[in-house]
Each structure stands twice: as C-alpha cells, then as structure tokens.
C-alpha cells in the first residue's frame, strides 16, 4: 500500500534523511572515481568476454 | 497519528547532531595533518586515492570521538566547556552514539584498506583503539600522565597519511608523531592552568591538581625543551629545508620564551593579569603546530619547482 499520507515526522526528519541521501550519493561518487582511479593506475582487470586469453589456455604438447 | 508517540519528543537528533559526535574541530587537525604527511612523502599517489585516504583518516577520527563521548558521557555532563555536546545535551542516546562509533570505526578501516594499503589500514585501526580504549578507558581517569600518552592519539595522523603513500614507517614520519605527540602536553596544560575547576568537578586527574600549578609551570618548560630538538631535528630530514628550519627556528625560540615566562611566573602573578601569559602560549602553541606542518607542506611545493629540501 503506498504511502498517501504525510505525517509531521517526515518533515521534522527532513534534514537528516536528506543528510544521508547526501552522505551516500557522496559515498556512491566517491567510489565510482577511486574504481577509475586505481584502474588507470595499473589496477587489472579480467574482462571475461570473447577475446582469447592465452593464461587459460593449455601450451601444445605441455600434458 | 498516536502510532509515532515515541518519537515526539522536542529534542529532535537533527543531522548536525550526529556530525557534532564525530568532534568535527578535532578533525580538522586530523585531516591537516594526516593531508601533509600524505603530501610531503616521497611516494605520490593519485588525487582521487589521497582524497579518499584523508576521508577515511577523518572519519576514523570521527568515530573514535564518536565512542569517547559515548564512554565520556558522565562526566560530559558535569564540565560545562562539555555540557552542551549531544549525549548530555540529551540530543543522541549513548546506545546511538556507541553504534555510529563501532560502524563508522569498521568503515573507515575497510575503506582505507581498500583505497590505500593494509598497513595504513591497520595503523588506522590501532590509533581508533589507542584514543578508545589506552587513553579513553583506561588512561584518562586514572593518571595525570594521561595528556602525555592519550597525545600519542592525536600524533599518529601524520603518520597514518606517510603510511597511504609509502606503505610503512621511516625517521621522517617518526619526527613527525614526535613533534605533535611532544607539544601536546605543553599546549594542554597552559590550557589546564587557566581553566581547571572543571576537570576538578569531574575527578578526572590533572596535573594542576594531583602535583599542583608550580610543578606544571616547571613540566610545561621541561617538555617545550624536549620539544625543540624534535621539531628543529625533523628540519634535517629529507622532508624539511631550509624554509622550514627558519620558521622552526623562530617558532621554537618563541615557544620557550613563553614556557620560560609561565615557570617564572607564580600563581599570584597569573592571577593579577588574569593568565594572560598563560592565554597568550595556549594561542601561540596552536600556531606552532599549525606553522611547523604549513612549512613542511611549503617545502614540498618548493621541491616540485626544484627549489626547496636540502
């Protein structure tokens, strides 16, 4: 059922949900740039996709 | 609406409320110093990394301010300079301000492991437990040492910033830990001389009580002179120059000069000019930490342009 009603509550807790949302998108961003960050300094990553990965494959003759 | 009774109380916890718990001014220092200590290794690391890094040193320092007012609340309450924080205050519940404290001590240790390196990750972890649990619970109520060791606390930030960018410890970054955690004691009890009947009401032991005024006249001039060798010292390292012995050299000179007057001094002195000496080095002690770490940074920016360090 949603919610239809708007109780005092919801404006007196204003500040601090809306202080979290910031703290979390913040958080969110935060994130997001230290991933690219450390990747474009050399982090690895595997994509696993349709490009052959010679690290998987067995060597010929290598039983 | 009877069903949010519970929560209709005046003294609604606002978001500032929570910010207050993580002592956002002790933080200040926090993020400064860690920020040189990060900024003056010879190691870079990527903006993004040292922003996060600094973040999570920050908030760890949070949540161990978060935890000491939790513990602290009891005679939070008796201190008028502590009345108006949120346990007291009757803002935040213990219970919330123990919780906010335990996450944001485990968040901010992951985070950093994850941004930064495990040792960095642990130290930060060890400094959370050294303020919570040697200096907090233990040290605090039980010794009039406790200024002297609980520093340690407020020292390893330097070290902690040298540790996310070179992954260990070196002489440099011990000097640094050396310089806050010696000035400490010094720019506490001149603080202690001329506001200390609050610490009285509380029973918490200091130094102007337990061994009387004349004996922290004499204790602030002792480790002001162990000080200097400390702070002029760290001028002789890879991090510091020319630039930063000047200041240092000008700051220390000044330092003792204040520690001498306040050992000439006795109380009678003090209190016909109201602790204006006293004051007047309190002040000048926060700007000797606040110029040594300043130079440091400045001489850092100089070696970028091939001009400063030795």
């Known amino acids: ?63 | 609406m009877s069903d949010f009774a519970a929560n209709t109380q005046t003294q609604e916890a606002q978001f500032g409320d929570y910010v207050a718990l993580l002592k956002p001014r002790v933080m200040s220092l926090v993020v400064f110093t860690a920020l040189v200590g990060l900024l003056v290794a010879p190691v870079g690391v990527p903006p993004v990394v040292g922003i996060a890094a600094i973040l999570f040193i920050a908030l760890g320092g949070g949540a161990s301010g978060a935890l000491n007012m939790w513990y602290d609340a009891d005679i939070d309450r008796v201190m008028k300079r502590t009345q108006g924080r949120p346990i007291p205050a009757g803002k935040v519940t213990p219970g919330e301000a123990l919780s906010l404290g335990l996450w944001l001590s485990g968040f901010s240790v992951v985070m950093l492991g994850l941004a930064a390196n495990l040792f960095a990750a642990a130290f930060l972890a060890f400094t959370i437990f050294f303020y919570v649990v040697i200096y907090t619970m233990w040290l605090k109520r039980w010794t009039p040492q406790n200024i002297v060791i609980g520093g340690a606390a407020g020292a390893f930030p330097p070290m902690i910033g040298w540790a996310v960018a070179t992954g260990g410890v070196s002489i440099e970054s011990i000097l640094m830990f050396g310089l806050i955690f010696v000035w400490t004691p010094p720019h506490f009890w001149a603080l202690a001389l001329f506001m200390n009947s609050d610490y009285d009401k509380a029973a918490v032991p200091m130094l102007t009580v337990t061994h009387g005024r004349p004996h922290t006249r004499r204790m602030i001039l002792v480790y002001t002179l162990a000080l200097v060798p400390l702070a002029l010292g760290l001028g002789l390292t890879s991090i510091g120059g020319p630039v930063y012995l000047a200041v240092s050299a000008v700051l220390n000179l000044a330092f003792l000069r204040g520690a001498w007057t306040i050992w000439k001094r006795d109380e009678d002195a003090a209190a016909a000019d109201h602790y204006a000496v006293e004051k007047k080095v309190f002040r000048l002690s926060l700007l000797y930490l606040f110029l040594h770490f300043g130079a440091l940074l400045a001489e850092a920016g100089l070696r970028q342009l091939n001009m400063g360090g030795w």
Do not use: W
């Open chain 1, 1 to 63: 059922m949603p919610i239809t009603e708007t109780h005092e509550i919801h404006h007196r807790r204003l500040g601090r949900n809306l202080g979290v949302a910031l703290c979390l998108a913040g958080f969110v961003g935060l994130s997001f740039f230290l991933t690219i960050s450390k990747l474009r300094n050399g982090g690895t990553i595997e994509g696993f996709d349709y490009v052959p990965q010679p690290e998987f494959t067995v060597g010929e003759g290598s039983e």
